[in-house]
């Protein structure tokens, strides 16, 4: 038997996990898809900062700073995404929104802007051409504008929200 003072909040009991609402799909599909390229785009770092310390010429070399550069612009676009995506599952499920028309609206936006932006920069730093990106570059102008539709569909969607 709990002993309560005056003021103080009554316990609540823990619920069980059956009793705990399962969070939306898009929240969930948010929340996976983040974490998981957080821990790869993480490790895409390490492998740079390993490529760094060993001074790996293919990397370090002056006529390579495109590719330095690029490679870098992966790993921190990557990281960043994962994290927005991060907020977007935890957005979702904090305001029961994995049904609304908006949640659903960003959602792909989002995702595809997470995977085409940082693997442009990562394609494009691969394969350089005297100084200049390789190909894959073209994936981040593309990258860039899923990511702006998703942040305002998200964002309006919040405003909306409630």
Do not use: C
């Not at 060993?54 to 960043?80: C, D, F, M, N, P």
């Not at 995404?81 to 029961?96: M, S, W, Y």
């Amino acid at each position: 038997m709990a002993i309560h003072l005056p003021g103080q909040a009554a316990a609540v009991p823990e619920r069980t996990e059956a009793e705990r609402p399962a969070a939306p799909a898009v929240a969930r599909r948010h929340l996976r898809f983040g974490w998981w390229a957080l821990l790869g785009f993480l490790s895409l770092g390490i492998a740079l900062e390993a490529l760094h310390g060993l001074k790996v010429g293919w990397y370090l070399a002056a006529s390579h700073e495109t590719r330095r550069l690029l490679l870098t612009l992966a790993h921190a676009h990557g990281v960043l995404l994962a994290l927005v995506n991060i907020a977007f599952g935890l957005t979702v499920a904090a305001l029961r929104a994995g049904e609304a028309p908006w949640a659903r609206r960003a959602s792909p936006f989002l995702l595809a802007s997470a995977l085409l932006l940082p693997i442009g920069f990562a394609l494009g730093g691969l394969v350089i051409y005297g100084g200049d990106p390789g190909l894959g570059i073209a994936l981040v102008p593309i990258g860039a504008a899923l990511l702006l539709a998703g942040v305002l569909v998200a964002a309006r969607g919040v405003a909306s929200t409630g």
